[in-house]
C-alpha cells in the first residue's frame, strides 16, 4: 500500500523560499514521483516530476522549483525559490506515471498549503 505524506508548507513573502518534503511509502527508489498543486477554483496541476533518467518541471517553475529525492530516507522534496503570490496553492506530493507523455498521479498525500503574500 502506498502511502505519502507532506510537510513543510506555510505563509512565505514573495521572493521567499520553501522546502516541501514528502515521506513515502510503499514505493521503491526507482519508481517516479512527483508534486501537483491546486489552488482556489482551479485544477490541480502538475508542477514536477522525478525519475530514473531525470526531473521534470512545468514551464512556470523551471529555474525556481528543484525537485529531489533521499532513497535511503524514503523522500521526495520540492525546494521552491522566487516564491510568487501566483504560486498559492495546496501541494500534493503523488506516485506518479508518464502516459502518453503526461504525467499523472496514481497516489496522492493529503496535500500541504503554500500561501506566498505580496
Known amino acids: 500500500q502506498v502511502q505519502l505524506v507532506e510537510s513543510g508548507g506555510g505563509l512565505v513573502q514573495a521572493g521567499g523560499s520553501l522546502r516541501l518534503s514528502c515521506a513515502a511509502s510503499?514505493?521503491?527508489?526507482?519508481?517516479?514521483m512527483g508534486w501537483f498543486r491546486q489552488a482556489p477554483g482551479k485544477e490541480r496541476d502538475f508542477v514536477a516530476a522525478?525519475?530514473?533518467?531525470?526531473?521534470y518541471y512545468e514551464d512556470s517553475v523551471k529555474g525556481r522549483f528543484t525537485i529531489s529525492r533521499d532513497n535511503a530516507k524514503n523522500t521526495v522534496y520540492l525546494r521552491m525559490n522566487s516564491l510568487k503570490p501566483e504560486d498559492t496553492a495546496v501541494y500534493y506530493c503523488a506516485a506518479v506515471s508518464n502516459v502518453a507523455g503526461r504525467w499523472i498521479g496514481d497516489y496522492w498525500g493529503r496535500g500541504t498549503q503554500v500561501t506566498v503574500s505580496s
Open positions: 522525478i525519475y530514473w533518467n531525470g526531473a
Open positions: 510503499g514505493r521503491t527508489s526507482s519508481d517516479p
